[in-house]
T-cell receptor, first 111, second 112 residues
């Protein structure tokens, strides 16, 4: 039982490049989330998906897009990366009003 | 929207002592309050949670208390061990939704 799997684990991008962060869960959870973690800022919600086919903005959505491909997969896309998007990105999933299960994170550096 | 404040930002204790981390929230409609432990290089892991219809919950050396009137909740770790060293995050549900708002974290160091 893998839980929540994120790929890649590390990535370095040049300013203006694009990339997609992948997330998959095997727990049959309906809800999935993308957070970013910056020093001293805690975890801030970028986007979330309450069910397949639905997505909604969180606290810091600018510069990001998401796709809920199916119940298992929820991807995060950076269309034109900026240094301010240097961060650690976590995907999570949950049953409704339950605790989150987090992935191990993607450490992204934009130079 | 919901706002969660967490204190202290750093906490250092001797092995065997107790540690207490406190959080306050702003939205009286919040009804779910989990705590997460994050070890270096890993994702946060749920360690205990409490719902608004309960005042206290305990799991071995870890306990959480909730005061709905004052809108604050606390994590208590007794008989601390070096492996308790990590960053701890509190969170509160955004109203009755499944979205969580996190505190900024507490770095706990347990000295042998």
């Amino acid at each position: 039982n893998a839980g929540v799997t994120q790929t890649p684990k590390f990535q370095v991008l040049k300013t203006g490049q694009s990339m997609t962060l992948q997330c998959a869960q095997d727990m049959n959870h309906n809800s999935m989330y993308w957070y970013r973690q910056d020093p001293g800022m805690g975890l801030r919600l970028i986007y979330y998906s309450a069910s397949e086919g639905t997505t909604d903005k969180g606290e810091v959505p600018n510069g990001y897009n998401v796709s809920r491909l199916n119940k298992r997969e929820f991807s995060l896309r950076l269309e034109s990366a900026a240094p301010s998007q240097t961060s650690v990105y976590f995907c999570a999933s949950s049953v409704r009003t339950g605790g989150y299960t987090f992935g191990s994170g993607t450490r992204l550096t934009v130079v | 929207g919901e706002n969660v404040e967490q204190h202290p930002s750093t906490l250092s204790v001797q092995e065997g002592d107790s540690a207490v981390i406190k959080c306050t929230y702003s939205d009286s409609a919040s009804n779910y309050f989990p705590w997460y432990k994050q070890e270096l290089g890993k994702g946060p892991q749920l360690i205990i949670d409490i719902r608004s219809n309960v005042g206290e919950k305990k799991d071995q050396r870890i306990a959480v208390t909730l005061n709905k009137t004052a809108k604050h909740f606390s994590l208590h770790i007794t008989e601390t061990q070096p492996e308790d060293s990590a960053v701890y995050f509190c969170a509160a549900s955004q109203g009755g939704s499944e979205k969580l708002v996190f505190g900024k974290g507490t770095k706990l160091t347990v000295n042998p």
